[in-house]
């Protein structure tokens, strides 16, 4: 789960952002594990001007924040988009909740505006908080235990998408899958009419109204048992591209086979890659099949904190067969 937050050049006012270094870590630490920052472009320039007056030490960070994409941002306009301009949490739902901003960090010298800095949504909770209580921040609380709990037998996999791929997806354009079983099962699915774990990720993605580039490595020969890639393009190009959420304007995939002695010496785990995100998922892809889930371990991490770079490269390197659309 990722959280949408937002602030601007003042919060470059408050003085524990100016003489705290455990502030700036735990705010910029948070952003880049499961944060993304909602911003005005117009106040780009004010915001890298005020960064100045923080420590040394983490001057660089902020500015590598704001302008690398190794921590995630996308763009709003606002009406007020000084949070010390609003009037109290009801105008910060006004003004922030249609831009899916569930967070937002205020320099303290304004906190007195907001007697109360709690409001529940349709059940989602919104908050303005300070960097002296962020810790205490209940939607970074939630993404936190979101990249790092476990998935309990019996799930339910509309939950499981909500709660742990859904703001993720919403803020990436680009999903690689490394799941050496991936193959074989969707083989099964479709010899036993039964729907894919592909059909059940490309239905969902269909809604979020963004152009996603899928690239998918899977094994050919797993448990004494070869894949058919004709049998796989043909899937792609007469059943998948034929589903009525299915579009080429807005989904583009990529297959790649490859010997699954690779997979065991590079590629054992299963991860999803979601822009600069990887989902490691102890049955991978299995949670997307039509099926009841299983217990699964679980954990969300910045694509640098994980050995996914490696094992791309080295299953690009030794592909068996490659579907690329026409």
Known sequence: MITPFYFEQELFDDISIRTLPVVNHAILDMWHKCGCLAFCNENKDEIIKAINSVPTKYKQKWVTALTSDGFKKYQVQLVKSKLSELDDIADFERCFYSKKVVTGIL????????????????????????????????????????????????SSFNDVWNDRFSSLVAHSNKITIIDRYLALNLERDI?????????????????????????????????????????????????????????????????????????????????????????????????????????????????????????????????????IPS
């Open 107 to 154: 320099t303290s010298d304004y906190d007195e505006i907001f007697h109360e800095n709690r409001l529940i949504v349709n059940g989602i909770d919104l908050e303005v908080i300070t960097p002296n209580n962020f810790n205490e921040s209940i939607n970074f609380a939630k993404s936190k235990m979101s990249c790092e709990s476990d998935i309990n037998a019996g």
């Open 191 to 323: 010899r036993d009419g039964h729907k894919t774990s592909l059909e059940c990720l490309f239905e969902r993605l269909s809604s979020y109204g963004t152009k996603y580039s899928i690239d998918i490595f899977s094994a050919c020969d797993i448990h004494n048992q070869s894949v058919s890639a004709d049998k796989i393009k043909d899937y792609i190009n007469a059943v998948l591209k034929k589903k009525p959420y299915f579009s080429e304007i807005n989904l583009q995939i990529k297959f790649s086979l490859c010997k699954n002695k690779i997979f065991g010496e590079e590629a054992h785990d299963r991860m999803i890659c979601i822009g600069q995100h990887v989902v490691q998922i102890g049955k991978g892809m299995e949670i997307f099949r039509a099926k009841d889930i299983e217990n699964n371990t679980f954990t969300i991490k910045p694509k640098h904190l994980s050995f996914f770079n490696t094992a791309y490269t080295n299953l690009s390197r030794n592909r068996e067969w490659r579907y």
